[in-house]
């Protein structure tokens, strides 16, 4: 009983790794296959026009650019919620129109890579890019200057509640 508790319970420390982890993957996978399809175009327009994929000219380096600027979001953890969702609009599409014939049962639409890259988009377009993420720093160090932090950059009870006072002072007099 006693070993398991411990084994059981997750650290603080440890809370924002799995969304952190999650993040770099897709990360990474986006840029390297959005960079790709701007790298080689007629490739991917020839590939969407074998899909039938209309305007595969302009839709190539769109769904290109996407992948690039929605990754390299995930990669900085600088808005993961609002670039998750159109990187899994384009997984859902793939997956419709890509490889609709490979998916025959739940298991085999479950196997996909393009599901668990939709299924993770979407984690991350609900949970956001959590404490291990350039956001997060950036929310942390605004919120504390909105609410007058000291030099440390911290905001400690003391200043919030300084703060508060001082705002409460002001709107009586």
């Not at 890579?113 to 299924?119: I, S, W």
Request: glycine share 12%; charged share 15%; proline share 5%.
């Amino acid at each position: 009983m006693r070993l398991r508790q411990p084994i059981l319970r997750r650290p603080a420390a440890l809370d924002g790794v799995p969304p952190a982890l999650a993040r770099l993957v897709l990360g990474w996978m986006f840029v390297s296959a959005g960079a790709t399809a701007l790298a080689h175009r007629a490739a991917v327009r020839a590939y969407f026009t074998r899909l039938g994929i209309p305007w595969p000219a302009v839709v190539g380096p769109f769904v290109g650019g996407v992948e690039l600027a929605g990754g390299t979001m995930l990669l900085l953890g600088l808005g993961v919620r609002l670039a998750s969702l159109p990187l899994f609009a384009i997984m859902l599409v793939a997956i419709a129109i890509a490889k609709r014939g490979e998916i025959h049962s739940l298991s085999s639409l479950f196997g996909l890579p393009e599901f668990l890259y939709a299924v993770l988009c979407l984690w991350l377009a609900a949970d956001g890019g959590r404490r291990l993420s350039l956001g997060a720093l950036w929310t942390g160090w605004s919120r504390a200057r909105r609410l007058g932090a000291g030099r440390t950059g911290r905001c400690t009870a003391r200043s919030r509640f300084r703060r508060r006072r001082s705002i409460l002072n002001q709107n009586v007099r």
